[in-house]
């Protein structure tokens, strides 16, 4: 299938494969903020990418295996070490000092970089809708950061770590766009987490021994975030992402703030504020914006003026 025919092709089930990695996704910063006090940052994401990358093979098995290139496999490189590897590690260091909902309102501007980054790098263009969406959902997800209190964390060195995970996040994306043009969705997402996995090794010693003394809370927590964010969520999105444009696919993800606050409301027990609420909205405002297309002008239907008679000539 070519790329043509699957950024084209958003069917139904493609929409269904990005409602779960929405859940998928939101549910990673509330577990990562619920486990994060039984192991350090990059043990938990070393564990977490082992448990993913046990989960994906046996998706390897539904495909023939598809030698990369020299190329992709330097975009999996990226793929694999900034989004697997070092979006795992900043996010978990942001979650030690921030809570769920205002990182995920700053993770969340990762998708304007990758607007804007597809539309460059990648010559999607940029259309008006999706410029429009993007910025009427970054409005209401700076709302919700506002609202559970993210105007009093400027001083916070989790902000910046939560930055570099927006950054990473985004740079992944625009590595992995490329390669699913031609690799099937289960090898991308088996090597990415492969590649991660070998980044954070450096952190054995360290998950070996906050295991040994990490609660069995904690340790399914890390469970949790190996085989649903990691296998399902992953596979899941790079579903969607081989079968829509990243810029399109990336504003969707303006959803999970709201839906991280709904879920810490239901687990937790925190009421989020009314400005909060007015926040996810607006982003949810923001992605139906982003979904519409500029009409194009109809040719008019009409019929070709009969030749004229040449001259001198009987109709006879």
């Given at each position: 299938?070519?790329?043509?025919?699957?950024?084209?092709?958003?069917?139904?089930?493609?929409?269904?494969?990005?409602?779960?990695?929405?859940?998928?996704?939101?549910?990673?910063?509330?577990?990562?903020?619920?486990?994060?006090?039984?192991?350090?940052?990059?043990?938990?994401?070393?564990?977490?990418?082992?448990?993913?990358?046990?989960?994906?093979?046996?998706?390897?098995?539904?495909?023939?295996?598809?030698?990369?290139?020299?190329?992709?496999?330097?975009?999996?490189?990226?793929?694999?070490?900034?989004?697997?590897?070092g979006?795992?590690?900043?996010?978990?260091?942001?979650?030690?000092?921030?809570?769920?909902?205002?990182?995920?309102?700053?993770?969340?501007?990762?998708?304007?970089?990758?607007?804007?980054?597809?539309?460059?790098?990648?010559?999607?263009?940029?259309?008006?809708?999706?410029?429009?969406?993007?910025?009427?959902?970054?409005?209401?997800?700076?709302?919700?950061?506002v609202?559970?209190?993210?105007?009093?964390?400027?001083?916070?060195?989790?902000?910046?770590?939560?930055?570099?995970?927006?950054?990473?996040?985004?740079?992944g994306?625009?590595?992995?766009?490329?390669?699913?043009?031609?690799?099937?969705?289960?090898?991308?997402?088996?090597?990415?987490?492969?590649?991660?996995?070998?980044?954070?090794?450096?952190?054995?010693?360290?998950?070996i021994?906050?295991?040994q003394?990490?609660p069995?809370?904690?340790?399914?927590?890390?469970?949790?975030?190996?085989?649903?964010?990691?296998a399902?969520?992953?596979?899941?999105?790079?579903?969607?992402?081989?079968?829509?444009?990243?810029?399109?696919?990336?504003?969707?993800?303006?959803?999970?703030?709201?839906?991280?606050?709904?879920?810490?409301?239901?687990?937790?027990?925190?009421?989020?504020?009314?400005?909060?609420?007015?926040?996810?909205?607006?982003?949810?405002?923001?992605?139906?914006?982003?979904?519409?297309?500029?009409?194009?002008?109809?040719?008019?239907?009409?019929?070709?003026?009969?030749?004229p008679?040449?001259?001198?000539?009987?109709?006879?």
């Amino acid at each position: 299938m070519s790329t043509t025919q699957r950024t084209n092709t958003v069917t139904p089930l493609v929409y269904v494969a990005i409602g779960v990695t929405i859940l998928a996704w939101a549910s990673a910063f509330i577990v990562v903020r619920g486990t994060a006090p039984h192991f350090n940052a990059g043990a938990l994401a070393l564990g977490r990418l082992v448990v993913g990358a046990i989960l994906l093979a046996p998706l390897l098995l539904r495909h023939a295996w598809v030698a990369p290139t020299r190329r992709e496999w330097l975009l999996l490189l990226g793929f694999g070490g900034l989004w697997f590897g070092g979006y795992s590690i900043a996010l978990n260091i942001a979650e030690q000092s921030l809570d769920a909902g205002t990182t995920a309102m700053i993770v969340n501007i990762g998708p304007i970089l990758i607007t804007l980054g597809a539309g460059i790098l990648l010559r999607e263009g940029l259309p008006k809708w999706v410029v429009i969406g993007t910025l009427v959902a970054f409005l209401g997800v700076v709302l919700i950061g506002v609202g559970t209190g993210g105007s009093v964390l400027g001083a916070g060195i989790g902000v910046l770590w939560a930055l570099l995970a927006a950054l990473t996040y985004a740079a992944g994306v625009l590595f992995q766009k490329p390669v699913l043009a031609r690799l099937p969705n289960a090898q991308v997402v088996w090597l990415g987490c492969v590649i991660g996995m070998l980044v954070c090794t450096p952190f054995a010693g360290e998950l070996i021994t906050d295991l040994q003394s990490a609660p069995v809370e904690g340790i399914v927590g890390m469970i949790w975030l190996g085989a649903i964010p990691t296998a399902l969520g992953y596979t899941t999105w790079s579903y969607a992402l081989a079968r829509m444009p990243a810029g399109q696919l990336g504003v969707s993800t303006y959803i999970v703030p709201p839906v991280t606050i709904v879920l810490s409301l239901i687990l937790f027990g925190e009421v989020p504020a009314l400005l909060a609420i007015v926040g996810g909205v607006i982003a949810l405002v923001g992605v139906a914006l982003s979904r519409r297309r500029t009409p194009q002008p109809e040719l008019a239907n009409v019929s070709p003026e009969p030749s004229p008679e040449p001259v001198g000539r009987s109709r006879d």
